[in-house]
């Protein structure tokens, strides 16, 4: 049996940090799971403000989330590309 799949959201270097993370939140509490991706330092930078964030909105109700950061190789436009994705999960 296939693991389920998880949402996947993408994080730009433009991605509005606060927004992220109500998005990485209302997924957690509502499927306790979610891959986050960021593709560039300044998207990698964002992704990892936006988890942060999204700790703090999480903790102020009593529970708490951890991540596990993986590299990872994608196809952009024909390019192959090296990424990080963040599992993020509810505990």
Do not use: Y
Request: net charge positive.
């Amino acid at each position: 049996m296939s693991a389920p799949t998880r949402l996947l959201l993408r994080v730009s270097s433009n991605s509005n940090v606060h927004k992220v993370a109500g998005a990485i939140a209302h997924v957690l509490r509502s499927d306790g799971a979610v891959d986050v991706q960021a593709i560039g330092a300044a998207a990698v930078n964002q992704c990892v403000k936006a988890i942060a964030v999204a700790h703090s909105f999480l903790e102020s109700e009593g529970s708490r989330l951890s991540s596990l950061p993986q590299m990872v190789d994608l196809e952009e436009a024909g390019m192959l590309r090296t990424g990080v994705r963040f599992k993020v999960w509810k505990e």
